[in-house]
């Protein structure tokens, strides 16, 4: 087994968790780059838009580790301050126009973390949040591109040039378990205009100037 992984290289890119991998891949001849959600940047940005005593809504899959993990994260930063986190559970896409319209009426603002089954119905869910006059923040760069107003992004394209880069390193040569695994957490400010202005969001100047401005 250990002569066949030798020969076969591997380089994951986009894991946000490896270890959900397997241990097989901890066996294998391999490294790679992970995408990893920053909830503290995401929580303060919410914080500096809404205020310190903000309520947060978040969808979350229970089947999903990731989600549960960003679950945990949101509750132990918030932990003791005046900020308030509902969450509701979604197991599939159809449960989220439903479940989302209730958890509207009881927040400030509904928050996308690191959920597959969400991110996946994004355009669902800001058709409700819409309805319902909720705006949507987001920690992925491409459920802002499809209308959430803002939030902290990892850097995709950075991902991108060290992804090939690091598949260049193995072609010339290297083995991938000498490789360290690298994990790039996201810092990019990312606002949607259009979204801000349909929600009629103030950001304050300390967002605005930090900010990188994309269009649906």
Excluded: C
């Excluded at 996308?112 to 355009?123: E, K, L, M, R, Y």
């Excluded at 459920?143 to 090939?164: C, D, M, R």
Aim: charged share 20%; aromatic share 6%; no cysteine.
């Amino acid at each position: 087994m250990r002569e066949a992984d030798d020969r076969q290289k591997i380089v994951f890119t986009f894991v946000t968790n490896p270890s959900t991998l397997g241990d097989e891949l901890t066996r294998t001849n391999s490294t790679g780059l992970s995408d990893a959600v920053n909830y503290g940047a995401n929580l303060d940005l919410l914080r500096a838009v809404f205020g310190p005593d903000v309520t947060i809504g978040m969808l979350y899959n229970p089947n999903e580790a990731n989600s549960q993990l960003g679950i945990t994260a949101m509750q132990d930063l918030i932990k003791g301050s005046a900020t308030k986190l509902l969450t509701s559970a979604v197991t599939q896409e159809i449960d989220i126009p439903t479940v989302a319209a209730q958890l509207a009426g009881s927040v400030e603002v509904i928050y996308v973390g690191g959920d597959n089954t969400v991110v996946g119905a994004i355009p669902v869910l800001l058709q409700v949040a819409r309805e319902k006059g909720v705006p949507v923040f987001a920690s992925d760069a491409g459920s802002i591109q499809a209308g959430a107003a803002a939030g902290i992004s990892v850097n995709y394209k950075e991902l991108g040039f060290q992804t090939a880069e690091m598949i260049g390193r193995v072609l010339h040569g290297e083995e991938p378990r000498k490789i360290p695994r690298v994990v790039l957490p996201g810092n990019l400010l990312l606002v949607n205009r259009e979204a801000v202005k349909e929600w009629s969001i103030q950001l304050p100047e300390s967002v605005m100037t930090r900010a990188t401005y994309i269009e649906e």
